[in-house]
């Protein structure tokens, strides 16, 4: 063998290691140019309807999910917390729920349970008086910075508002409204969509 074509095939294995390490280049470049394009799982994240296991939730237990940044609670209320809610009205700022319908509360939800079923709330945890976020008062019974007769709901420690276990605020107090209940469905009988209903994403 010549040394012309010992020369030619060392030129042809070095010639195609250079297209092999350019084609992965490319196809990683190419990779990384097209991801730009998709939406990123915390963008996704942030925007997207949130699927929520609700199977094996006992009755008076809270979740918590996060939606759009935002804390997001299902409550799963108790026979006693749902029979309690009709008689909280005269008490109640907007029993039924008639202050900014639009935005607050989907037509679904414009009942003294504010859900789609009755033992099941689902509300944004966030104070409609300053956007703080309101902490779990469950149990009924006298407690601090809470009346005697307190029946079971939240309440935010920053100015004191209460809401009962639908998330409607008390009267005379900071909060002008009740809790937001976002857009939501059942996609089955244990599993919540937060996010979306039969008319759409939120």
């Not at 699927?51 to 804390?71: H, N, S």
């Amino acid at each position: 063998m010549s040394n012309d074509k010992q020369v030619d095939s060392g030129r042809r294995v070095l010639l195609a290691a250079t297209c092999a390490a350019g084609g992965v280049a490319g196809l990683a470049t190419a990779g990384a140019f097209v991801s730009t394009f998709q939406p990123s799982e915390r963008a996704k994240a942030a925007g997207a309807p949130v699927e929520v296991d609700i199977a094996g939730m006992a009755p008076g237990e809270l979740k918590t999910v996060e939606w759009r940044g935002k804390p997001v609670w299902i409550l799963k209320r108790s026979p006693e917390m749902v029979s309690a809610l009709p008689k909280l009205d005269d008490q109640l700022a907007d029993p039924k729920s008639q202050r900014n319908p639009d935005e607050l509360t989907p037509e679904y939800a414009r009942n003294e349970y504010r859900s789609i079923k009755p033992d099941i709330l689902v509300a944004v945890g966030i104070c409609t008086h300053l956007g703080c976020s309101p902490t779990t008062k469950l149990q009924p019974g006298p407690q601090p910075s809470l009346p005697d007769d307190w029946q079971g709901g939240f309440l935010c420690p920053c100015h004191g508002s209460t809401f009962d276990m639908a998330g409607r605020v008390y009267k005379n107090k900071p909060a002008p409204d009740n809790l937001q209940v976002p857009r939501h469905m059942y996609a089955g009988d244990t599993k919540l969509v937060i996010g979306k209903d039969e008319k759409g994403e939120a």
